[in-house]
């Protein structure tokens, strides 16, 4: 049985799919849901880091600009759970910084995931040739089922 569902989304419309079907396999199984988007890392430019220093700038402006992108796909994100039918389903907003296919593992197991939602390709680089890189990666270290929607 599915009791808890984890969708990851990078804001390409293969993800927001996959958003849609994650909503309605939650409304089918009644089991909340955690929206999940990784915000690659960066390394800010010198200049950059040091004007962040020296005005004693507390979040990196490139976290503060990626936390509002991030935030954006995930308001996106769950307006497509809700067009799946997860209107009345509890929904859990999650941004991380790093690795994806690392965090999207990691946060199956936190919140002790039943199935991943994903879509096979988003807006990273070329993994490979029908598989994206962080789908190919979820697929081989999941500890549970992961669907992957294209």
Request: one cysteine or more; glycine letters at 12%; proline letters at 5%.
């Given at each position: 049985?599915?009791?808890?569902?984890?969708?990851?989304?990078?804001?390409?419309?293969?993800?927001?799919?996959?958003?849609?079907?994650?909503?309605?396999?939650?409304?089918a199984?009644?089991?909340?849901?955690?929206?999940?988007?990784?915000?690659?890392?960066?390394?800010l430019?010198?200049?950059?880091?040091?004007?962040?220093?020296?005005?004693?700038?507390?979040?990196?402006?490139?976290?503060?600009?990626?936390q509002?992108?991030?935030?954006?796909i995930?308001?996106?994100?769950?307006?497509r759970?809700?067009?799946?039918?997860?209107?009345?389903?509890?929904?859990?907003?999650?941004v991380?910084?790093?690795?994806?296919?690392?965090?999207?593992?990691?946060?199956?197991?936190?919140?002790?995931?039943?199935?991943?939602?994903?879509?096979?390709?988003?807006?990273?680089?070329i993994?490979?040739?029908?598989?994206?890189?962080?789908?190919?990666?979820?697929?081989?270290?999941?500890?549970?089922?992961?669907?992957?929607?294209?």
């Amino acid at each position: 049985m599915i009791e808890k569902i984890l969708i990851a989304v990078d804001g390409s419309e293969i993800s927001f799919k996959a958003a849609q079907l994650g909503g309605e396999m939650a409304a089918a199984h009644g089991a909340p849901i955690t929206l999940l988007h990784v915000v690659p890392s960066t390394t800010l430019p010198k200049g950059l880091a040091e004007w962040a220093q020296s005005e004693h700038v507390s979040e990196p402006p490139s976290w503060l600009y990626a936390q509002g992108v991030a935030d954006g796909i995930l308001t996106s994100a769950g307006d497509r759970v809700r067009k799946g039918g997860g209107n009345a389903l509890e929904v859990v907003q999650l941004v991380e910084f790093g690795d994806a296919p690392r965090h999207i593992v990691d946060a199956a197991v936190d919140i002790g995931a039943d199935l991943i939602v994903l879509g096979t390709r988003g807006l990273g680089e070329i993994g490979s040739l029908l598989l994206g890189s962080t789908a190919h990666k979820v697929i081989h270290e999941a500890p549970c089922p992961v669907l992957t929607v294209r």
